[in-house]
Structures are given as C-alpha cells and as structure tokens.
C-alpha cells in the first residue's frame, strides 16, 4: 500500500484553531441570548406568560414578583391575593384531584371574579410566612392597588415560627423586610443570584417557568411521577396520623400578641392599609383537626381584637375559620374541588363589598 507525504489527503484545518470561526460561533451565542433575553422582557412587559400560565402558588424571585405585579396593576380593577398553599394547587395534587391547578383556590377565585370584570392575581406561595407575607405587602405598597385580599391561616402563628431562623420560607424577601425584621446571611452565595435576576429577564422567565414543572418542590414532581407509575407508596392511615401529628401544635398552643407573630402582623397591618381597600380573612380549618376548640377560639378572638385595634380604618376583617365542615376538607386546612369552588364564589363578593 502506497504511503508518504505525496499520499496524504488535502484534510481542511482543524475548526478548533481557526479564530474566524471561533469569533463567530461566540458572536451568533451572544446574539441569540441577547434576541432570548429581548423576548423574555416583551413578554413579561405585554403579560404573555401570567395571561397563557396559572403560576398561583409559585414566587421565584423579587424582580419576578414586581415584574407580575406591574402588569397586573394595568389590568381592569386589580385585586391582589396574599396567603400560603390554601390558594395553591399542591394539596390537590398530592391527593389526585383531576385538574388540580384549575380547582385550586386562586384559579377559582380568579374565574369568578373574573365574570364580574375584575381581574385577581395571586401573589401567594406554598409554605408562606408572615414575614414573607410582609414583604409581598412591601413590594405592593408603591402600587397601591385597589383591592388586596390577605388569607391568614393558623399555621402562621405556630409557636415553631417564632424561631427567626424558621420565619421566613423565601429569604430572597428578606431584603424587602425592615433591617431589623429577619437577621440575613449576607454572602456572594445570595447576592450574586439576586443581582442576577434583577438585570436579567430571561433568567426570571426560566425560574418562574421551572416552578410549573416541578411543583411545589422538585421532590414532589419526582415523588408523584413515581407514584403515577408504580403507584402510592405508605399506608394512607399511617400518613393521616402522622399529619395530625405534624399540626397538633397549631391548635393547642396560645397565642400571644406579645410574640413575634404578631409583631409582623402588626407592621404587615400597616403596610395594607396604606392601599386603597384591604380585607383581612382567618381562612376555614377543618373542625376533625382542632383538638382544643377552647384553645381555637380564645386565639380567634385574641387576633380579632388585635387586627380590629391596630387599623382604624381601611381593612375589612373576617373570621371564616368554623366557615365549613369536615366534608369539604381535604386535610387540615384545604379545601376540596367543591369547597374551592364555594369558597371562592364567597371571597369574589367579599372582594366586592
């Protein structure tokens, strides 16, 4: 066989070492990043993603939240909705209701209202806090919305949140709260992410698109696709027990206005009645999980007293705690498909009044 350097094939030069080609590739990536982050602004600008994606129950970030808020604010007669997993789809789905996003709490409320020409938009989260809900409440105030509905649960007074460390479940708000509010844990590890999200729309698109895949949590995504092939795993009277375990603490323990729950309340108060109109609602618990009704309703009125003595005006407050039965409950304190749907229908003529 004939070899040699007369022999050798005409090969072209290597890509890797030819600088023209490297300069390109590098230009046409930063070009598309720049057209994908273009894009990403013009739709969170014209409300292409909250008008085609129910993102109730999912916050990623602060310029993600103000982003939602400012356009919301342009839609006709805004309403805002302040509170935790009650108004979300997450308890609907661990428990395998068909159309479980549609049926949750918010989406109804939202289409109820909706036929009344206003439109609702849901700033809640699964998991939230007082302090969490204070600083939504801060990043609200600019705008000044004509309606704000806030739904407090009895979770959030816990005694097992009045450890700083456990009061805030989204510490990206921690920089919206008074400095003295929640000690933080400054670092590059949060700052660089932050500031990162504040300049670039598309990284807020992605985090915000990612949270209706993996919803709640990335855990619970991979923990319901298992499910849905090999099927639920545990005993559901061991789970049961093991909820009712898990909140006992919630309907035993008094409250206090001393406690720092109630100091955020009380700046969180403050910060609604700046806004045009603010009503304030103790959403329903299921009576088959209050194990000292004496103990519920001396803490119900310890929190009317304090809610109705701390604003003068400008909030409406509604104790709907005993508003439904065991029936329309599908743990402690959300609601089924059904109670949804009542639930709603009552809080879009509250929202009216």
């Avoid at 509905?149 to 005694?159: C, D, G, P, Q």
């Avoid at 969180?268 to 000292?292: H, I, M, Y």
Wanted: charged fraction near 25%; include cysteine; aromatic fraction near 8%.
């Amino acid at each position: 066989m004939l070899s040699g350097p007369e022999f050798e094939p005409d090969l072209p030069p290597a890509r890797g070492a030819d600088p023209a080609f490297a300069l390109a590739a590098a230009a046409t990536f930063f070009l598309l990043l720049a057209a994908a982050e273009a894009a990403s602004r013009g739709a969170a600008r014209s409300g292409f993603w909250y008008r085609r994606f129910d993102f109730s129950g999912t916050v990623s970030s602060v310029p993600e939240l103000q982003d939602r808020i400012r356009w919301a604010g342009r839609q006709s007669r805004p309403a805002f909705l302040l509170g935790d997993s009650v108004l979300g789809a997450s308890a609907l789905l661990e428990h395998g209701t068909p159309g479980a996003r549609r049926a949750a709490l918010a989406s109804q409320l939202r289409e109820q209202a909706g036929r009344r020409g206003r439109h609702v938009e849901s700033l809640a989260a699964d998991g939230m806090l007082l302090p969490d809900l204070e600083g939504v409440a801060r990043l609200l105030h600019p705008a000044a919305p004509p309606r704000t509905l806030l739904l407090l649960n009895v979770r959030m007074f816990a005694a097992e949140f009045e450890n700083p460390a456990k009061a805030l479940s989204r510490e990206f708000l921690a920089g919206a709260l008074p400095s003295q509010a929640v000690p933080l844990r400054p670092g590059i590890e949060r700052t660089l992410p932050d500031r990162a999200f504040e300049h670039s729309s598309l990284l807020r698109s992605t985090a915000m698109l990612k949270c209706l895949w993996y919803f709640p949590t990335r855990r619970d995504f991979f923990r319901r696709a298992v499910e849905g092939l090999l099927g639920a795993d545990g005993d559901a009277d061991l789970q049961e027990a093991a909820l009712r375990l898990k909140v006992a603490g919630y309907y035993t323990g008094h409250w206090k206005t001393s406690s720092a729950s109630f100091v955020v309340l009380d700046r969180l108060l403050q910060e609604l009645a700046g806004t045009n109109r603010a009503v304030v609602v103790l959403t329903p618990q299921n009576p088959d999980f209050v194990e000292s009704p004496e103990t519920l309703r001396a803490n119900r009125s310890v929190l009317a007293s304090f809610v109705r003595s701390r604003v003068a005006g400008g909030i409406d407050y509604r104790d709907w705690s005993d508003r439904y039965p065991t029936g329309r409950f599908l743990d402690h304190c959300h609601l089924t498909a059904a109670g949804n749907r009542e639930y709603a229908g009552e809080l879009a003529r509250l929202i009216e009044e």
